[in-house]
């Protein structure tokens, strides 16, 4: 597509259950990042792909949020356990991948995640 | 390590006035500085990049910034401000981490 797609845009959950979240990039980019944009903590890195590898998932912040990228293109984070400070919008973005510094990322729209 | 402070949580200007929405960084190696912007209920759109190929960056919508190493600063500017700016500013620095992202301006434009 023309640019980074995330589905759903909006998720309301339940505490405790599980949410998948889905980040569609641009066609050729192999970078991949997983942000959250939370009121309180601000946009906040998570996890890097470059193709299928994940060599920094140095900002999950517990063991209850993974992420998999398949085939070099869609990425899956998935928040197991939901609790309410789980609540922000998770933005998906994607670069070339040519090199790790200084790439300009493309953000998709996001999605706002509710746990209630 | 590197950190972004963006001085102002929220800017209010005239339509037609300067735009200026202030940005200071710490690196520890060369840094990669970028502006975003987002409109409501929207991603981040990049508003301009610098890379060290010179230190005043021109990007799109008017806006514009200047690298300045001595005071470790990246400020952004618009010489005259439209209703269609109204939308929240982050500034960023990578180097050789993860883009790291200032807290954000909210920019308001009044009539």
């Known amino acids: 597509g023309a640019g980074v797609s995330q589905s759903p845009s909006n998720k309301v959950t339940e505490k405790g259950k599980d949410v998948e979240l889905r980040c569609d990039p641009i066609s050729g980019h192999t970078a991949l990042y997983w942000y959250r944009q939370s009121l309180g903590q601000g946009l906040e890195f998570l996890i890097y792909f470059q193709g299928n590898s994940a060599p920094d998932k140095s900002g999950l912040p517990s063991d209850r949020f993974s992420a998999e990228r398949t085939g070099g293109s869609v990425s899956t984070l998935t928040i197991q356990r939901t609790q309410q400070e789980d609540s922000a919008v998770y933005l998906c973005?994607?670069?070339?991948?040519?090199?790790?510094?200084?790439?300009?990322?493309?953000f998709g729209p996001g999605t706002r995640l509710l746990v209630l | 390590a590197q950190s972004v402070t963006q001085l102002g949580s929220h800017v209010s200007v005239s339509e037609g006035a300067l735009v200026l929405l202030r940005c200071n960084y710490s690196s520890s190696v060369p840094p990669y500085l970028f502006w975003y912007v987002q409109y409501p209920n929207q991603g981040l759109q990049l508003l301009l990049k610098?890379?060290?190929?010179?230190?005043l960056v021109k990007g799109i919508n008017g806006f514009e910034a200047e690298f300045k190493k001595s005071e470790t600063s990246f400020h952004l500017t618009k010489p005259s401000a439209h209703m269609s700016d109204a939308a929240e500013y982050f500034c960023a620095v990578t180097g050789n981490t993860p883009l790291v992202f200032g807290k954000g301006t909210r920019l308001s434009v009044i009539a």
């Open positions: 610098y890379t060290s190929a010179a230190t």
């Open positions: 973005a994607s670069s070339l991948g040519l090199k790790r510094e200084g790439e300009t990322q493309y």
